[in-house]
DNA sequence: CTGGATCCCTCAGGATACTG
DNA sequence: CAGTATCCTGAGGGATCCAG
């Protein structure tokens, strides 16, 4: 979030990891559809780029709340699951998809900025 | 999130509203502490501008879910409290905040980028 | 297919000074 | 007290090309 991720509050650690753009959607979207190719993922999540994936990728692994699994095949294939602790954040990922249908639902719009 | 919160989906749509550096935190404080001026919430928030402060109380504002109250005093006395839309994150802060404070008792520290 | 490597560029966000 | 008004920087992110 701010600094290095070196804060002292819990919750902004959890939101440094969390907050980057499309992270918290990538999550959401792997929590939603169960663990899936790199490939799939870019179609899943229509206007990222290959380098923010694959950044966004990394850090979650490094984490902790990502697994990386490369079968040694040719081509290469790529599955990236959740890990138990990328599984905590399940309720949190359902509580915001309530939310986000039923705000919508409502009619409710963010403002144009 | 992505281009100009005109997306498609509920959940990005939130998200975009509540992604920004220091947006997520923001609420936070004001769900655990209530109803706060400019000035305490500047000493909640270590570290945040009062520039970007100021972005992000309007954003909240103009989003539905932060309430802008000032006395007509001298000084000026303002007030921000959540609207009944904003505290419909209740749910998901209390979550936020037990999920962090639980990983960090694990010892769980995000990676150092 | 799954990325790594580059280049480029915008703009979010920080610092500072000033005002009603 | 509660903000505006500027200026400026850097890093986040897009596009493209290349490689194992």
Redesign the interface.
């Known amino acids: 979030?701010?600094?290095?991720?070196?804060s002292c509050?819990?919750?902004?650690?959890?939101?440094?990891?969390v907050?980057g753009?499309?992270t918290?959607?990538l999550l959401?979207v792997l929590h939603q559809n169960g663990p899936q190719r790199f490939g799939a993922l870019q179609k899943l999540i229509p206007?990222i780029s290959t380098k923010v994936l694959t950044e966004r990728l990394r850090?979650l692994e490094?984490?902790?709340l990502l697994l990386r699994e490369q079968a040694a095949t040719i081509p290469p294939q790529v599955t990236y699951s959740l890990t138990p602790?990328g599984l905590?954040?399940r309720?949190?990922m359902d509580?915001?998809?309530d939310?986000?249908?039923r705000?919508?639902a409502e009619g409710?719009?963010?403002?144009?900025?």
Request: aromatic letters at 12%; hydrophobic letters at 45%; glycine letters at 12%.
């Open positions: 979030m701010n600094e290095k991720n070196v509050c819990p919750v902004e650690r959890l939101l440094g990891v907050s753009q499309w918290a959607y959401w206007g850090m490094a984490s902790g602790r905590e954040l309720a949190l509580g915001l998809g939310v986000a249908r705000w919508d409710w719009r963010p403002p144009v900025r």
